[in-house]
């Protein structure tokens, strides 16, 4: 007896086990079936790229190599990693296929907006930061190139630099879903966040100093975006908290009065 009570213990955890692997096994062969089809394209990829630099570069200057391999393995770094981008959408479905079924139905209607919001947030600020940020990130260190220094930048240090702000707008962006979960979840209550409101705007301009140049103009344009991504995230956790509260209250009225003793 004692040793079927034990597999019916474990017998859970291993197909617990066996279903993650699975979904783990589907995430990774998605990336590499994306990467296999983009690196025939992936020197074009990686000049589309470098296009808000080299947008900027002095006449004659071109971007250079450092490495011996580099030719090959940035542009090849770059592939997989706009195909680890691209596969997010299927990523997070299986994440979601494997948590869903420990979820209530409540949540469930909650959780598949917020999946949704989350990786078109996530794009979107890489969107901003590719079309807005870097054309004003490389102008001006265009215009501040000390006299007789010529801007020629290795490919590598390149694609770090605009992979670190790559990701960092695309979390930066998250700030409604996150907002939203506080609310939700019940970690902070709308009024307090409210009150907040001062030390996140001036949050948002310091975090726009650290990742814009040193400038009023460019500080602003990403400091606002944040803060009314902020104000979204608080608006929406405002009005489905009300919505429950409603919810609570009129179930509470539904309920038969309790018989007299």
Do not use: N
């Not at 240090?157 to 695309?170: I, M, P, S």
């Amino acid at each position: 007896m004692s040793t079927d009570s034990e597999t019916d213990q474990e017998m859970p955890l291993v197909a617990h086990l066996t279903e993650l692997r699975t979904r783990l096994l589907r995430c990774v062969v998605t990336v590499l079936l994306l990467f296999a089809g983009l690196f025939y394209f992936a020197q074009d990829i990686y000049a589309l790229v470098a296009a808000p630099l080299r947008a900027f570069l002095p006449a004659g200057a071109t971007m250079i190599a450092t490495g011996v391999a580099s030719p090959f393995l940035t542009p090849f770094k770059l592939t997989l990693v706009v195909a680890l981008f691209l596969s997010i959408p299927v990523i997070l479905q299986q994440i979601w296929g494997f948590i869903a079924p420990g979820l209530y139905a409540k949540e469930k209607r909650i959780a598949v907006p917020l999946l949704i919001s989350s990786i078109l947030l996530f794009y979107a600020g890489m969107a901003f930061a590719y079309f807005v940020v870097f054309p004003l990130i490389f102008s001006f260190f265009a215009s501040v190139t000390p006299e007789g220094v010529a801007m020629m930048t290795d490919i590598g240090q390149y694609l770090d630099f605009v992979l670190t702000l790559f990701f960092a707008f695309g979390v930066a962006f998250e700030i409604p879903v996150a907002t939203f979960l506080l609310i939700w979840v019940g970690i902070v209550d709308v009024q307090t966040l409210r009150k907040s409101r001062p030390y996140v705007i001036v949050g948002c301009f310091v975090i726009g100093m650290f990742l814009t140049p040193p400038d009023v103009f460019s500080q602003t344009l990403l400091a606002l975006p944040m803060w009314l991504l902020f104000e979204s995230g608080l608006f929406f956790g405002a009005m489905i908290k009300k919505h429950e509260t409603l919810e609570a209250q009129t179930a509470s009225e539904d309920q038969p009065p309790a018989p007299l003793p």
